[in-house]
């Protein structure tokens, strides 16, 4: 199979973005950037993405969709609403994680990732160090945030992070972010670096 029948492949098979399978329709504003960055956390521990997914849902379901909604949020709801996504096993801490995360997001931000971006002068690596201030985002959360919010935020792009360029290695694709942007158009980035990963994870 060749690169290009290789691509359209994975775009068929795994080509859903986790913001979408999450409910979120990305578009450059305070909520849906703020429901991305939830589901980043929820991603964020030892669980299977589709009960993350489902967890992410859940929250979103209850109205818990921006960060003022979860800082007026009581923990012990938040705790239930992801026991119902049955995602047990983290779902105190990571209730407390949202709590604290809200409260900076809040603080230093006013609610609106944006002005993360603007503090970041729309630097990649200074976006991603800024992601990690909030509770329970480490390298890899802030990698799925960037993986998915280069589809609306331009100056993330190409972002690949580790697990999507082993898989396209695995696949005999390139393995540079500039090298896997050439195969697809630049609205379409999130959905490859999704399917990248999906396809590592499955094999």
Not at 38 to 66: G, M, N, P
């Amino acid at each position: 199979m060749n690169t290009k029948d290789t691509t359209a492949a994975l775009l068929r098979d795994h080509g859903r973005s986790y913001a979408e399978e999450a409910g979120i329709t990305l578009r450059d504003k305070p909520s849906p950037l703020y429901q991305l960055l939830v589901l980043a956390v929820l991603c964020s521990t030892r669980i299977k993405a589709d009960i993350a997914t489902d967890a992410a849902r859940e929250l979103f379901r209850a109205r818990l969709r921006t960060a003022r909604a979860m800082a007026e949020t009581d923990w012990q709801t938040i705790v239930d609403t992801l026991g119902r996504a049955h995602y047990r096993r983290y779902d105190e801490s990571t209730a407390t994680a949202l709590l604290e995360g809200a409260d900076l997001i809040l603080r230093r931000w006013r609610g609106d990732l944006r002005r993360l971006r603007d503090e970041a002068d729309g630097d990649p690596e200074r976006v991603r160090e800024l992601l990690r201030d909030v509770p329970r985002i480490g390298p890899v959360g802030a990698g799925i945030f960037c993986r998915e919010a280069q589809g609306v935020w331009p100056e993330l792009r190409p972002f690949f992070d580790d697990r999507a360029r082993e898989a396209a290695s695995a696949l005999g694709l390139p393995t540079t972010a500039k090298g896997l942007a050439r195969l697809v158009p630049p609205d379409e980035l999130p959905r490859l670096a999704a399917a990248l990963v999906r396809s590592g994870l499955e094999h």
